[in-house]
């Protein structure tokens, strides 16, 4: 198993550009959360997908960021325009969530995002 | 609104054990006891997770306290390896539980 895999590792960008970051979540798991990761802030999730469906995108910063799950293989976590203070390292993870069975959550290696 | 208090750091010498402690005071009957560690620059890690028994496996043992409002993560012996930040985290059971992090305990094991 490949684990969750995201892309890219490192992102370097200037103010005001889009920002698309990607997520492959391991095959077979119905649940993704996308987190960042600053050093002011700690590890704070930003949305979670249940079933490609959005369930609680209340830790989603502001309008700039969007999320979206086309389909169980794919998830991408978008920012637009970016500016510099969402520089940060941003992980996806996912879960095997059967109902009413607590889960476990495997993250990916993260994408390191600097805005300049 | 933490749920959850852990001491900031701990050293360890390698090859000892290391007890990582973790207080939860208000812990509800639904809700477990999750660990998970970020090694430096990596994604956090899955370690272990209990309700209300004790758990082991391959990678430590977790010890709950009779009425679950402690906890503490065991490494039977830890390696340089083993050197992260450690989250205790209490999640309830349900569908796609959201995990939140504290700012955990950084172990440092050293020689």
């Known amino acids: 198993d490949a684990g969750v895999i995201q892309s890219p590792r490192h992102e370097v960008t200037e103010m005001g550009q889009e920002v698309t970051l990607r997520c492959k979540p391991i095959s077979g798991h119905n649940s993704l959360f996308w987190y960042r990761q600053t050093m002011m802030r700690g590890l704070e999730l930003l949305i979670y997908?249940?079933?490609?469906?959005?369930?609680?995108d209340s830790g989603m910063p502001e309008d700039r960021f969007s999320a979206k799950m086309p389909n169980a293989s794919f998830s991408t976590l978008k920012i637009q325009p970016s500016e510099p203070r969402d520089s940060a390292v941003y992980f996806c993870?996912?879960?095997?969530?059967?109902?009413?069975?607590?889960?476990?959550?495997?993250f990916g290696p993260g994408t390191r995002l600097t805005v300049l | 609104d933490a749920k959850t208090t852990q001491p900031t750091s701990m050293d360890c010498a390698e090859g000892r054990a290391a007890n990582l402690p973790c207080n939860h005071s208000t812990i509800s009957g639904n809700e477990y006891v999750y660990w998970y560690r970020q090694i430096h620059s990596q994604g956090p890690q899955y370690i272990i997770h209990?309700?209300?028994n004790n758990e082991t496996n391959e990678m430590a043992s977790l010890i709950i306290t009779e009425d679950r409002k402690s906890s503490t993560l065991i490494l039977p012996h830890a390696t340089l390896r083993d050197t992260a930040v450690y989250y205790c985290i209490v999640n309830p059971t349900g569908t796609a539980s959201k995990l939140t992090f504290g700012t955990g305990t950084r172990l440092q094991v050293t020689l």
């Open positions: 997908f249940n079933n490609n469906v959005p369930i609680d």
């Open positions: 993870a996912s879960s095997l969530s059967p109902s009413g069975i607590t889960d476990t959550q495997y």
């Open positions: 209990g309700l209300k």
